[in-house]
């Protein structure tokens, strides 16, 4: 009896153990990876071994020299910033459509909390960059990096603590599976029934009903057929061999409509998401050429000096205010009626547009006064490119983030997202191409070329115009994308 009671203990306390190590699954393990990488970074900075050692030994950074860095020193950074780069991705992509699914989509008022949530979850982040820019880098330069990266590490913890302390209030979904595998299911099949022919009207395909789809008893979203991408069509057609045999169905060579149509909604989301990394490469400019800009301006203001870098913090404040006079003011002003999600992303769209006109405009007008007497103008003649661009991303950045998110298939929302925000990147990217090649091209047979290290002999104002019309060109393309997109239908079976 005292045998089979250890081993009933062993079993529970075996339990027990399993049920923690899967509450450290998805975003908390995402959250514990981005802990140890700033972790290790703080012990990079506080532990001698870890780091070149130097005449100096009261500080990291020195004047006086120091030794090579040696293996085992670019082991452990480039582990920390991978750690760090894992943990980060893997939160961003998971945790927005992870909050998200706390709001029920057949909810009214859950519905408008929704959209909400995701302003206010952009803007936490846009937050937490002004707040590592600034309050952190004080820190590391004028107190010890050491405490600096001890604050990051603080931060991280606490928010792993809080996540995992709050895990029971979650609503959670179970994982139906692969979507890589669907893809490549879908793709396999319809090629395997190149030959067959489909019905105009999407007759006789495939689909299963909401207890077979998952395995689940209850309600499932399955997805209406629709008219566009016919040849994928044909992985849904059941051909002869599949109504003769009596083998459980093989998912490679017949799929089931909803499976079609989630790889449809991925190929119809590409063309808005290439526009997205276009829009990310004007608005980028602001991180780049809005700086160097404020840079060759009088950063006087009120007796205080204000570097060109900050405006950047007013910006942030501006998209604070935009969801405010969006959800207070517009929305009551018009009866309650909400824009579309298409409609707001067009919005911003139009809006990077006038704010690119408006830089190169306060570019002209600059020069002009420079090189006619000399003068500087002040660098509050920012602040209306800056106000119009915060606009633009609460229209369009954060709006596309709940885009990818509503129209993502309920399989891919992870995916989705991460699409959204690899639109950021691939805009950096490419801006600085853009950059690189306007610098190659104007500065043939010895000119200064538009961007110069000296902006006074340059023409940075022929720039933001250029960037005017890449950002116009991608506006109208968008337009065109928009208005031929084909929202998801979902049909609710019981």
């Not at 989705?416 to 090649?437: H, K, P, V």
Request: proline letters at 3%; glycine letters at 6%.
């Amino acid at each position: 009896m005292r045998a089979m009671k250890k081993k009933k203990q062993f079993h529970i306390k075996g339990c027990i153990w399993r049920n923690q190590l899967l509450l450290l699954t998805g975003e908390h393990l995402q959250l514990f990876l981005g802990m140890m990488g700033t972790t290790l970074s703080s012990l990079i900075t506080t532990t001698a071994d870890l780091f070149p050692s130097c005449d100096d030994k009261d500080s990291i950074i020195t004047i006086t020299p120091c030794n090579a860095v040696g293996a085992p020193h670019k082991l452990v950074f480039y582990l920390c910033l991978f750690l760090i780069a894992l943990g980060s991705g893997g939160v961003r992509s998971s945790l927005l459509p992870f909050g998200a699914d706390q709001f029920i989509d057949t909810n009214y008022t859950d519905q408008q909390n929704k959209a909400l949530f995701f302003s206010w979850f952009y803007v936490c982040i846009i937050f937490g960059v002004i707040s590592s820019g600034t309050v952190v880098v004080w820190v590391q330069e004028n107190v010890s990096w050491s405490l600096g990266f001890a604050i990051s590490t603080f931060c991280i913890s606490l928010a792993l603590v809080w996540f995992l302390a709050c895990t029971a209030l979650y609503r959670r979904k179970v994982p139906s599976g692969s979507p890589l595998k669907s893809i490549c299911q879908v793709l396999v099949a319809s090629l395997r029934k190149i030959g067959l022919n489909v019905s105009k009207q999407g007759t006789a395909l495939f689909e299963v009903d909401c207890e077979s789809s998952n395995g689940e008893v209850g309600s499932q979203k399955r997805l209406a057929h629709t008219s566009d991408f016919r040849f994928l069509d044909k992985a849904a057609i059941m051909s002869d061999s599949d109504l003769e045999s009596n083998s459980p169905r093989n998912p490679w060579s017949l799929c089931t409509v909803t499976q079609v149509e989630e790889l449809k909604i991925l190929l119809r989301l590409v063309p808005i998401w290439a526009t997205g990394v276009l829009y990310s490469a004007t608005y980028s400019q602001m991180h780049t050429t809005f700086i160097q800009q404020g840079k060759t301006m009088d950063t006087t203001v009120l007796s205080f000096s204000v570097p060109a870098a900050s405006l950047y913090s007013f910006e942030v404040i501006c998209v604070m205010c935009w969801v405010f006079i969006y959800n207070k003011v517009v929305i009551p002003t018009m009866g309650g009626v909400w824009l579309s999600q298409l409609q707001r992303i067009g919005i911003g769209r139009f809006l990077i547009v006038l704010a690119m006109s408006a830089a190169a405009v306060l570019e002209m007008v600059r020069l002009e006064k420079f090189r006619n007497s000399g003068s500087m103008l002040n660098i509050t003649w920012q602040l209306p490119q800056y106000f119009i661009v915060a606009a633009s991303e609460f229209f369009s950045l954060i709006t596309q983030l709940e885009f990818f998110h509503g129209q993502a298939p309920d399989t891919m929302k992870n995916v989705c997202t991460a699409f959204a925000l690899l639109c950021i990147a691939l805009g950096n990217y490419l801006s600085s191409f853009i950059i690189t090649m306007v610098a190659l091209v104007t500065t043939k047979e010895g000119e200064s070329g538009w961007l110069p290290n000296d902006l006074n002999k340059g023409h940075m104002d022929y720039y933001f115009w250029m960037m005017t019309a890449i950002s116009g060109l991608n506006f109208v393309l968008y337009i065109i994308f928009a208005r031929r997109y084909k929202l998801k239908e979902a049909i609710l079976t019981t």
